[in-house]
Nanobody, 114 residues
Framework: VQLVESGGGLVQAGGALRRSCTGS????????MGWYRQAPGKQRELVAT????????NYADSVKGRFTISGDNAKNTIYLQMNSLKPEDTAVYYC????????WGQGTQVTVSS
């Protein structure tokens, strides 16, 4: 399973970005998909997850009401819409396909300037 991420970059506080993660196989219908992030000097943390087929979602308290995870089974792609971004959201963001084995995307830097 390969996961290819896109989106991200530099944005001012209060702005928005959308991340995408496309799988080489029907990852969205097979795996629990998620977004994680790792800030400098900190452990990688969960941001949001979406269950197989998108039946349920889960968010870290720090992003609830600002971030939305979604998926498109036909495109083997999940998305992370990030609104009202804050400087503390600055991190490298990774997507993950979780199951018997875990697969990770390459990670992309998101920087929110104040």
């Amino acid at each position: 399973v390969q996961l290819v991420e896109s989106g991200g970059g530099l944005v001012q506080a209060g702005g928005a970005l959308r991340r995408s993660c496309t799988g080489s196989v029907s990852t969205f219908s097979i795996y629990t998909m998620g977004w994680y992030r790792q800030a400098p000097g900190k452990q990688r943390e969960l941001v949001a997850t979406i269950s197989t087929g998108g039946r349920s979602t889960n968010y870290a308290d720090s992003v609830k009401g600002r971030f939305t995870i979604s998926g498109d089974n036909a495109k083997n792609t999940i998305y992370l819409q990030m609104n009202s971004l804050k400087p503390e959201d600055t991190a490298v963001y990774y997507c993950k396909a979780g199951g018997i084995s875990d697969y990770w995307g390459q990670g992309t830097q998101v920087t929110v300037s104040s």
